[in-house]
């Protein structure tokens, strides 16, 4: 018999670390050497968190706008406003410890 492990997610998380981002993109710079897109359980954070990174590489602001342009699937906008509306206040050592705890849940 096979051992099969389940990730451990927290989506909230995944939400809050996205949201963060959108409303103050300099934040992206505190979590790019800890955080991949594979750290990401859900596919679609992990389609917008790349297209992130793709954004940032290109020098664009991160916006609904931008990354309508590159992630493609229904309710978008209403997803990533809600994401958005969740963060609370984004700082740069709540998006690192956040970040901390997405790449242990990855581990």
């Known amino acids: ?13 995944e939400q809050e670390i996205i949201g963060a981002i959108l409303r103050n993109n300099s934040l992206y710079e ?4 800890l955080t ?13 968190y790349e ?3 793709r954004l940032v590489l ?5 916006t609904p706008i931008t990354l ?9 906008h209403e997803t990533l406003a809600q994401m958005v509306a969740n ?4 700082t ?3 998006i690192r410890t956040h970040a901390d705890k997405l790449y242990d849940l990855y581990l």
Do not use: W
């Not at 505190?30 to 050497?33: C, L, M, P, Q, T």
């Not at 991949?36 to 917008?48: D, K, L, N, Y």
């Not at 290109?58 to 991160?62: D, L, S, V, W």
């Open 1 to 13: 018999m096979t051992d099969l492990r389940i990730m451990p997610v927290d989506m909230i998380l």
């Open 92 to 94: 740069p050592h709540g």
């Open 68 to 76: 309508s342009y590159l992630v493609k699937f229904d309710n978008l």
């Open 30 to 33: 505190y979590i790019s050497d």
């Open 58 to 62: 290109q020098g664009q602001i991160i």
């Open 51 to 53: 297209s992130i990174q």
């Open 36 to 48: 991949t897109s594979e750290h990401f359980a859900q596919p679609t954070h992990r389609e917008i």
């Open 87 to 90: 963060v609370i206040s984004p």
